[in-house]
């Protein structure tokens, strides 16, 4: 079946230590996002990309970086830079920039 | 900046009732719009969308309505179900400018026996 995936769903990180969040597509689609998720509040979009090894800041980029060398991977590198990392972060893919988003399941960073 | 403004109330409404989800947008721009659900600990899963060319589109049991004089987007749920129980978000964007999606902070519905 076409999707997204995300891996870890789960993850523990210590203060200081860089983590990378998976996400593979096998739905064809050209752009990618990763969005960060804080209780009672709508997503945050960190970044984006609209094709390979292309990408874009989104609104809450500081403390994170990605790599797109690929059509269907979009990893999401959470760094020791980010001062508040506990969250839920989804990715997402479209078609185009316009189309609507199919999501991942979500992967929940905790940072001890 | 622009926003689409949803605070997270919880309603609650009883199974077999109708729903009806509520966001307000500020982005007069804005030509399309979407609602997503999202299941605890998944993610959001597309609803339904509608353009602003229209003032409503029904799928199934679900009907969108936009009012584009006071930017106002609704979500109407017919003979809610315990399954549909999730937090509601509506998501704008305008199309013109290719510009991203921005979403409400979503509406909880919990549906009671």
């Known amino acids: 079946d076409g999707g997204i995936t995300q891996s870890p769903k789960y993850l523990f990180r210590k203060e200081g230590q860089n983590v990378t969040l998976s996400c593979e597509q096998n739905l064809n689609h050209d752009a990618m996002y990763w969005y960060r998720q804080d209780p009672g509040q709508g997503l945050r979009l960190i970044y984006y990309s609209q094709i390979v090894n292309d990408f874009q800041k989104g609104d809450i980029a500081e403390g994170y970086s990605v790599s797109r060398e690929k059509k269907e991977s979009f990893p999401l590198t959470v760094t020791s830079a980010q001062k508040n990392p506990t969250a839920f972060y989804l990715c997402?893919?479209?078609?185009?920039?316009?189309?609507?988003?199919?999501f991942g399941e979500g992967s929940r960073l905790t940072v001890l | 900046g622009e926003s689409v403004g949803l605070h997270l109330p919880t309603l609650s409404v009883q199974e077999g009732d109708n729903s009806i989800i509520n966001c307000a947008y500020s982005n007069s721009a804005s030509d399309y719009f979407i609602w997503y659900k999202q299941e605890s600990g998944k993610g959001p899963q597309f609803i339904i969308d509608i353009r602003s060319n229209m003032d409503k589109r029904q799928g199934q049991r679900v009907t969108v309505l936009l009012n584009k004089t006071v930017k106002h987007l609704s979500l109407q749920i017919a003979a809610t179900q315990p399954g549909d129980s999730a937090v509601y978000f509506c998501?704008?964007?305008?199309?013109?400018?290719?510009?991203?999606?921005?979403f409400g902070t979503g509406t909880r519905l919990q549906v009671t026996l």
């Open positions: 997402a893919s479209s078609r185009g920039l316009t189309g609507e988003l199919f």
């Open positions: 998501a704008e964007r305008d199309t013109g400018t290719a510009s991203k999606l921005t």
